[in-house]
Nanobody
């Protein structure tokens, strides 16, 4: 198991933007499908976006389509989540994980990556 490291969270006003980053040491992100998940207080963890191995496909939760973009920088072994038009309901801790993709759904792969500390995103005026 590898633990991925998330960063880039913060406090932003509604309508603002943030870019989250995900990386790992000794683990090549490009070789795997990787997804972003989030967990708000009192709620279950939910998938936000994912990208297939080799970057051929991307998938998004309906709640973030058109506002969030997932991308990967192979040379830097980095994965990003570009978040625009942020809403208060986007407030959560955001995590990245290796994932299985089937159809337009994805699930974490705990046999490959374990959950990190995540990065807190707070959208508030």
């Amino acid at each position: 198991q590898v633990q991925l490291v998330e960063s880039g969270g913060g406090v932003v006003q509604p309508g603002g933007s943030l870019r989250l980053s995900c990386t790992a040491t000794g683990f090549t992100l490009y070789d795997y499908a990787i997804g972003w998940f989030r967990q708000a207080p009192g709620k279950e963890r939910e998938g936000v976006a994912c990208i297939s191995g080799g970057d051929s496909d991307t998938y998004y939760a309906d709640s973030v389509k058109g506002r969030f973009t997932i991308s990967r920088e192979k040379a830097k072994n980095m994965l990003y989540l570009h978040m625009n038009s942020l809403k208060p309901e986007d407030t959560a801790i955001y995590f990245c994980s290796a994932v299985w993709i089937y159809g337009n759904k994805w699930w974490p792969r705990p046999e490959v990556t374990s959950w990190g500390q995540g990065t807190q995103v707070t959208v508030s005026s």
